[in-house]
Nanobody, 125 residues
């Protein structure tokens, strides 16, 4: 079972920045995706961003492209999500998420294989 230690999040005004960090442990595979899924009040889960362990490729939801940047410290199994130019629509609980590779495909929306307890991000206008 994959376990997570999440940190970051908080409250900020629109246009501000926040950073999320997630350290994962318990992976027994070398090929996986690690990143974040979020759920805004009254909305469905949305895959935000993830990075593939095998090649370091990154993926972003259209809604965050150009504003969010994901990076990793593979030696520490840690991913960082730098969130800039935040908007009120970014308000959500952000869950660190993990997906196995399924023949080269990664399912980083919902449901994911494993997820953390979540951290609140609130953006005020």
């Amino acid at each position: 079972e994959v376990q997570f230690v999440e940190s970051g999040g908080g409250s900020v005004q629109a246009g501000g920045s926040l950073r999320l960090s997630c350290t994962a442990s318990g992976m027994i595979v070398d090929d996986y995706a690690l990143g974040w899924v979020r759920r805004a009040p009254g909305k469905d889960y949305e895959g935000v961003s993830y990075i593939i362990s095998r090649d370091g490729s990154t993926h972003y939801a259209e809604s965050v492209k150009g504003r969010f940047a994901i990076s990793n410290d593979k030696g520490k199994n840690t991913v960082i999500l730098q969130m800039n130019n935040l908007e009120p629509d970014d308000t959500a609980v952000y869950y660190c998420a993990f997906s196995y590779s399924y023949s080269g495909r990664y399912y980083m929306n919902w449901p994911v294989d494993f997820w953390g307890q979540g951290t609140q991000v609130t953006v005020s206008s």
